[in-house]
C-alpha cells in the first residue's frame, strides 16, 4: 500500500511511520519545513513533502497516489489549522483512499459520550487558556471531525485518550463511546496509538467509525475481556 503520513515529523508521527514501514507500506511524509530533519533515520526510505499541512497543493502532491492517508489532526494557532488540514485531505486524497485521522476523547460524533466532570473541566480550562494565548484553538479540532463526520469518504477518526510513552502493549482495545467500561483506564502508549492508526488502513470494520481507544493491557481492558470470557463460558 502506498501511504501518506500528514504530520509525520510529530511524536504520533513518527511511530506511524516506523510501523507503516514494518508493514512493508511505502510512505509519503508531510511536515513543515523546519521539521524535516526530524526524518533523517527514515530519509533513504520515505518521500519527504515539506510544507504546512493546510496547504491544499502540499497535500494534493503528498496524497497523489496513496492507497491511504493518516493525518495527524493537531488544533494549532487560530487560523483554521486543524479544519483546513482536513478539508485538504477529504477534498484531495485519491477517490476512494482509506482516511485515517486522529484525535483525542473529547471529540464526540454522536453526543453519546459521557465524560467524567474531570475530563470536561480540564478541557474547558486549557482550550480557553490555550485560545486566550492565540495557541491552540480546540473547537477548530471539533469543526474539523465535524466535516470528517458528514464527509462520505471512508474515513476513520481515531480518539486517543491520555497518551504515555513505553514500548508497545499491542494493538489498543476500542469502544464507541467514552464512558464506556472498558475505557475507564483512560491510557494508551503513544507507539500503540499509531499502530492502532496504521492498523485502521487495512481494517473495513473501522470505515465511518470514531474509535476511542486504550491500551489492552490497561486494567479496564483486562476486566473486560476477562468478563467477555467468563460469559462465554456461562
Ligand atoms: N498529547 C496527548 O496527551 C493526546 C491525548 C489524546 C489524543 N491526542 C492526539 O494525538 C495526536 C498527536 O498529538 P501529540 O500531542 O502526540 O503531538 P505530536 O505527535 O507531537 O504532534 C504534534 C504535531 O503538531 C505539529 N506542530 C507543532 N507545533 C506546530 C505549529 N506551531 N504549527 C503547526 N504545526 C505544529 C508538529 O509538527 P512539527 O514536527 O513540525 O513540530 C506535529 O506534527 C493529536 O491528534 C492529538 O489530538 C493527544
Redesign the pocket.
Known sequence: MKVCIV????????YMVRHALDRGHEVVGV??E??VN?LDEFRDRVAIVSG??DDRAVIQKATAGCDGVLT??????VHG?SSGTAQAVLDLAEPGARLV?????HITRDGQDRYSKSFLWTVGAASRIARLLRLVDIDD?VEACRRIFASQTRWTVV?????EEGESEGLPSWSRHVGDPVLASNK?R?ID?ALFMVAALENDDLVQEAPAIVSRRSPSALAHSAAATSSDHR
Open positions: 504530520g509525520a515529523s510529530g511524536k504520533l508521527g513518527q511536515c513543515r523546519k521539521s526530524k504546512a499541512t495527524v489532526l493537531v488544533p494549532w494557532g489549522y485521522f486522529s484525535c483525542g476523547w479540532q480518539r486517543g485518550s491520555d497518551l494508551t503513544r496509538f
